[in-house]
């Protein structure tokens, strides 16, 4: 129902930012993509995809210990996208950053983009 478009990886240094986009097609609106958990997960090769940072359809927010203070999640229900801002960049956030929905269950995310490669240099 919902194809999610990752977009604004790169290649950057320790210290910078980053934006990411997502894009959301297949939802009927604005409302009807309020509806959905929009989340950003990272992979690191040879680890399993851990949750960056989650927004529910009111704006509310959780964020992993590892990156709360640098990054930050938001989303525009009118324009069916979530971002996910970047800053102070280390190498240890080098990753594919997946864009994920879920369609209530904050478990279970039935939708994933094909993620957008980051990577921080020291």
């Known amino acids: 129902q919902v194809q999610l478009v990752e977009s604004g990886g790169g290649l950057v240094q320790a210290g910078d930012s980053l934006n990411l986009s997502c894009a959301a097609s297949g939802v009927t609106s604005g409302i009807t993509f309020s509806r959905y958990l929009m989340a950003w997960f990272r992979q690191i090769p040879g680890k399993q995809r851990d949750l960056v940072a989650r927004?529910?359809?009111?704006?509310?927010?959780i964020y992993a210990a590892s990156v709360k203070g640098r990054f930050t999640i938001s989303r525009d229900n009118a324009r069916n996208t979530v971002h996910l801002e970047m800053n102070s960049l280390r190498p240890e956030d080098t990753a594919v950053y997946y864009c994920a929905a879920s369609d209530g269950d904050p478990m279970l995310y039935k939708y994933w983009g094909q993620g957008t490669q980051v990577t921080v240099s020291s």
């Open positions: 927004v529910a359809g009111g704006g509310s927010t």
